[in-house]
Nanobody, 123 residues
Framework: QVQLVESGGGLVQAGGSLRLSCAASGRTFSSYTMGWFRQAAGKEREFVAAVIRSVGTTRYADSVKGRFTISGDTAKNTVYLQMNSLKPEDTAVYYC????????????????WGQGTQGTVSS
């Protein structure tokens, strides 16, 4: 059974940092695209970042570029999202996803999803 489990969310003040983890089990995702999405209350789920392992590149939403960093540890089958200089508008439930796809920014492209972890940034 394939599982993605996120952790590391919490409450932080504006300007602070959080590091999210996504532990995968049930199969090896070394060749998959791993993405992070977020969904704020009352809003649609949006793309945050992705690591496209087939070509060894990363992609970011403009809103987080320069503040967030996605990375992975293939030996641990884990993906991380380091979030720095956090803003109140970063408050959301953050989801990890995995897929073998081309359209990395589209949620529908991902086959596997975690349950989400809440990140809250206070002003």
């Amino acid at each position: 059974q394939v599982q993605l489990v996120e952790s590391g969310g919490g409450l932080v003040q504006a300007g602070g940092s959080l590091r999210l983890s996504c532990a995968a089990s049930g199969r090896t995702f070394s060749s998959y695209t791993m993405g992070w999405f977020r969904q704020a209350a009352g809003k649609e789920r949006e793309f945050v970042a992705a690591v496209i392992r087939s070509v060894g590149t990363t992609r970011y939403a403009d809103s987080v570029k320069g503040r967030f960093t996605i990375s992975g540890d293939t030996a641990k089958n884990t993906v991380y999202l380091q979030m720095n200089s956090l803003k109140p508008e970063d408050t959301a439930v953050y989801y990890c996803a995995a897929g073998v796809i081309g359209q990395y920014a589209f949620a529908a492209s991902y086959a596997y999803w975690g349950q989400g972890t809440q990140g809250t940034v206070s002003s």
